[in-house]
Antibody, heavy 117, light 110 residues
Framework: EVQLVESGGGLVQPGGSLRLSCAASGFSFSSYWMHWVRQAPGKGLAWVSFINSDGSTTSHADSVKGRFTISRDNVKNTLYLQMSSLRVEDTAVYYC??????????WGQGTTVTVFS | QSALTQPPSASGSPGQSVTISCTGTSSDIGGYTYVSWYQQHPGKVPKLMISEVNRRPSGVPDRFSGSKSGNTASLTVSGLQAEDEADYYCSSYAGNNNYVFGTGTKVTVL
């Protein structure tokens, strides 16, 4: 079964850091581009970060640029999102997704990040 | 990286059709054929319904179709059913490995 399982979310104060992980199984992880997408409470979807299959190319939304870093370990079949200098507005459910022709065809169940002051 | 513009709501009776628009710019929708659509039921994970403007992934009913003209993409749901009531989001590639989502549309089946 194709599956993505996120972990690492939690409660953190503004200015703090968290590292999210996404464990992939059931498919050839190293062959796929991947994304992080977030959804603030009661709000819509927002693209956060992209990484290509070998990790050599990444990009981030302007709202997180310089604070978040996407990476991957193709041996461990795991995607990461290192988040630092967290702000209240980063509070959201964070989804790990698989890219298929720039459509996101597999989604994890999400992990919740809450930044509170 | 401004969000794509969608109408907040749309509705139709069972069996009717509903079309949702998604307006961007020449830097995203107008510049590429990488427009996708997602369905999200309350409390659930989003589901890919359309990719590359009009491709349906396996398992998605053919009642769902996509199109694009200029800077605007559209999702049409024909033969509306009760289970189609959900939030729908468009998304587009925006160049330089950047992506953008739409503001979302709540579809109500009357």
């Amino acid at each position: 079964e194709v599956q993505l399982v996120e972990s690492g979310g939690g409660l953190v104060q503004p200015g703090g850091s968290l590292r999210l992980s996404c464990a992939a199984s059931g498919f050839s992880f190293s062959s796929y581009w991947m994304h992080w997408v977030r959804q603030a409470p009661g709000k819509g979807l927002a693209w956060v970060s992209f990484i290509n299959s070998d990790g050599s190319t990444t990009s981030h939304a302007d709202s997180v640029k310089g604070r978040f870093t996407i990476s991957r370990d193709n041996v461990k079949n795991t995607l990461y999102l290192q988040m630092s200098s967290l702000r209240v507005e980063d509070t959201a459910v964070y989804y790990c997704t698989r890219d298929l022709f720039s459509g996101m065809d597999v989604w994890g169940q999400g992990t919740t990040v809450t930044v509170f002051s | 990286q401004s969000a794509l513009t969608q109408p907040p709501s749309a509705s139709g009776s069972p069996g009717q059709s509903v079309t949702i628009s998604c307006t961007g710019t020449s830097s995203d929708i107008g510049g590429y054929t990488y427009v996708s659509w997602y369905q999200q039921h309350p409390g659930k994970v989003p589901k890919l319904m359309i990719s590359e403007v009009n491709r349906r992934p396996s398992g998605v009913p053919d009642r769902f179709s996509g199109s694009k003209s200029g800077n605007t993409a559209s999702l049409t749901v024909s033969g509306l059913q009760a289970e189609d009531e959900a939030d729908y989001y468009c998304s587009s590639y925006a160049g330089n490995n950047n992506y953008v989502f739409g503001t979302g549309t709540k579809v109500t089946v009357l």
